[in-house]
């Protein structure tokens, strides 16, 4: 009778021992197996990129996310009057380059907050009337995000809004002046796939 109940109880420690352990394998191979969405591509109106941008994003440690964009404008003008022609082109790149901090989340719900930069390189050209000028130049600006963001924990469809500040030399509501440094408050909105 003792050795039966020692072997019992022994059956029970091993049992209460493993329980846990299996559970804590267990949720490591579900974890495995439903990886949350790492990498997101999106386009972005307005934000860093000024009038748009395409972006890739990464999420390093879970809640952090770090970004790079790019953009292309151009704009054409002409117009003729008695017989003379007058005509402008200029062309701007962005490169915005954010890091974000998404730590306040619920599920998919997550208040981004971030900072960093876009490299801005215009270049134009006009003539007219016996007359042509061309020039070009490239300039850096500081930006801060706040918005809302939606991205699923395993991939799928993402969603962003929010505003931000533009900071560098030329930004103003009005009258902005070229050699003062500024702060120009703008908005995004972004729509993209996270996988």
Do not use: C
Request: hydrophobic share 40%; proline share 4%.
């Amino acid at each position: 009778m003792t050795k039966r109940f020692l072997g019992l109880a022994v059956v029970l420690a091993v049992a209460a021992f493993a329980t846990p352990v299996l559970a804590d394998r267990s949720r490591e191979r579900l974890s495995a197996d439903e990886s949350p969405a790492y990498n997101s591509i999106f386009v972005e109106g307005g934000g860093p990129g000024l009038l748009y941008s395409i972006n890739y994003e990464r999420i390093v440690e879970n809640d952090f996310g770090l970004r790079a964009g790019f953009s292309y404008t151009s704009f054409s003008a002409s117009a003729s009057s008695g017989g003379s022609t007058a005509s402008a082109s200029a062309a701007i790149i962005t490169v915005p380059v954010i890091a974000s901090y998404l730590g306040v989340s619920s599920g998919s719900h997550s208040l981004e907050m971030g900072a960093g930069g876009t490299i801005v390189f215009a270049t134009g050209s006009a003539s007219g009337t016996g007359i042509a000028a061309s020039g070009s130049g490239m300039t850096g600006l500081g930006t801060v995000i706040l918005g809302y963001r939606r991205q699923p924990v395993n991939g799928g469809f993402q969603f962003r809004i929010g505003l931000e500040a533009l900071v560098g030399k030329g930004l103003s509501l009005s009258n902005p002046d070229p050699n003062s440094f500024g702060v120009l408050p703008w908005m995004y909105m972004s729509l993209g796939f996270s996988l």
